[in-house]
Structure formats: C-alpha cells, structure tokens
C-alpha cells in the first residue's frame, strides 16, 4: 500500500502576503481523495521526531538554539520564516513524516511525504524555508538502525540541495546528485558528489535528455540499496522562482523517469515534496500531485 506522510500542522498559517504557498499542504491530500487516486488509510499522520535522531545528523548547539527559539534575526531572516515554537513543531513532525516513509518504501518500494525535501538546512543552520533536513535525518537513521550501507540523494529541484550536500561531504555511504537551475539560488553553491546545473531556460527535451542519460549510469556506478528522491516542481515554467521552462506534462515525465529507473533497479525510494512556487497554486497542486498519481500506478 502506498503511505504518505500528512497532518494538518503542515499547513502553518504565515503572516499575509508571505510567499511560501503553505496551502499546498492541504490542498494536495484533499485532490488525491476527491479524485480517488488515494484514500485515508493511505495517509499516517506523523508525529514529532525524537531529539536523538535529529541530533545524529544536527549540530546540538543549533538544536537547543532552534527550540529554544535563540536564532539571531541574521539566522531568521535567512530560513524565510518568522521563528515561532510552531514553526519548530512543524519541522520536527515533517522529518518523522520522511523517517517513517523511509521505512514504508523498504515495506513497499515506495514511501512519501506530502512535505518534505528541506535540502538547504545544513548541518548547523537553515536556510531557504528549511530549518532541519529531513532526508539528511532520514538517510542516517537508515543507516544506523537499518542494514543500509549505500544511499543515493536525487535532488531534481530547480534550486541546489547544497544543506544536503554540506551534510554529506565526508560521508561515503550517502552519495548526492542535484541537478538544477546554475544561475539560481543558492549563489554560492555546496558540492554535491554530482552536481547538474542547467541553463536558463531549459525546456522539457533537453532536461529529460540530460536525465535519462545520467541517473541510469548513476545507480549502476553508485550501486545503492536506497533512493531519497527530492521531487521539486519549481523547475515549472510558470514558477516564480526557477528559471526553467519545463511543462507540466515535462515535470511529470521526470517523476516517471525517476520512479521506473528506481523500480527497474529494485531500489526502495522515499519522496519528499521540494519546492514549488508558481504564482496560481492550482499548478503547483497539479504538479505536485502527478508525483502521487504515478505511485500510485506504477508500484500498486
């Protein structure tokens, strides 16, 4: 059975006009039941995740700090978040949500995560609407509490995964691929095991291309056991903050190509939602939504 990872306290409310569409979180799980593609015994609602595990991939000193609610306004202003303790409650309860989806995938091939894919927190600060990451987090209970010794993060957001790439630097058991937007955020690039930075403008053909040329060689060179698949739909034409051009029907074709290059090679994958930020939430919905869809259909 595909699982998915929701509660309502994802969707936290912001102050007006914020332009993180927190909405999404609610909108997404309510168009998957209306049209039945999934149903409520599909979703676990997860809970807050044990300091013990956040603390395993975590600097202690920015944890305490974080709950505390003692970031500077510098440390703030950078997650693009105003701090409140239920703000923290939110990332504590998304990272659960990708731990345990993690281990539905080693369950049933596949696990999901409604939000998710917080790839700019590093080790000791957040950055880009992420204060923890929550594949980093996911990744290393694997490989600590399960019999997982080879991890491969595919990170198709249009931004760089660079807090997910920091994380890993010396870490050989985890190998992180991102492939995104090369004149976007984050200016100053981490560096990724393979690092994929596509030029303005780059349409479906030439990033469907590019992908199915690199993750087939990848999984055969990286030999995982497991995938995070950091599924991004802000490489949309229609967002506001990539600077792709690819297609809804183009993003959709990219969460295919992932998800049956992964079944193909009977690897276990875990989603987490990434970004999206077009200005008519009915796209990022839809987007965001095919990824489901295509669970749903390809592994049940």
């Not at 944890?63 to 701090?83: A, D, M």
Request: contains cysteine.
């Amino acid at each position: 059975m595909l699982k998915i990872a929701w509660t309502n306290k994802y969707a936290l409310a912001l102050p007006e006009g914020h332009r993180f569409p927190m909405l999404k979180y609610d909108l997404l799980p309510e168009q998957l039941l209306y049209e039945g593609t999934i149903t409520e015994a599909n979703i676990f609602h997860p809970e807050p995740l044990a300091e013990k595990y956040i603390i395993n991939t975590h600097d202690v000193t920015y944890w305490h700090r974080l709950v505390n609610q003692e970031l500077t306004p510098s440390e703030i202003r950078k997650t693009g978040f105003p701090l409140s303790p239920e703000l923290v409650e939110r990332e504590i309860i998304i990272m659960q949500g990708t731990a345990q989806a993690a281990l539905f995938a080693l369950e049933f091939g596949i696990g999901m995560n409604v939000a998710g894919g917080t790839h700019h927190a590093f080790t000791d600060r957040g950055e880009g609407f992420c204060l923890l990451n929550d594949m980093a987090i996911a990744a290393n209970y694997l490989l600590q509490y399960q019999n997982i010794n080879k991890i491969l993060v595919v990170d198709l957001d249009v931004h760089q995964g660079n807090g997910t790439a920091q994380i890993f630097t010396n870490e050989p058991r985890v190998f992180t691929f991102s492939m995104h937007s090369g004149h976007n955020y984050p200016f100053h690039k981490e560096k990724s095991d393979l690092d994929i930075p596509l030029p303005d403008g780059t349409e479906d053909a030439a990033y469907l291309q590019i992908l199915k040329e690199t993750l087939p060689k990848l999984l055969d060179a990286v030999q995982p056991q497991f995938v995070f698949y950091q599924s991004g739909v802000d490489i949309l034409a229609t967002d506001k903050l990539g600077r792709l051009k690819v297609s809804t029907a183009g993003c959709k074709a990219r969460d295919r190509l992932v998800l049956e290059t992964c079944q193909r090679h009977g690897l276990p994958v875990c989603v987490s939602m990434g970004g999206g930020y077009s200005r008519r939430i009915a796209d990022i919905v839809e987007a965001h939504a095919n990824t489901f869809r295509l669970a749903q259909f390809l592994y049940f």
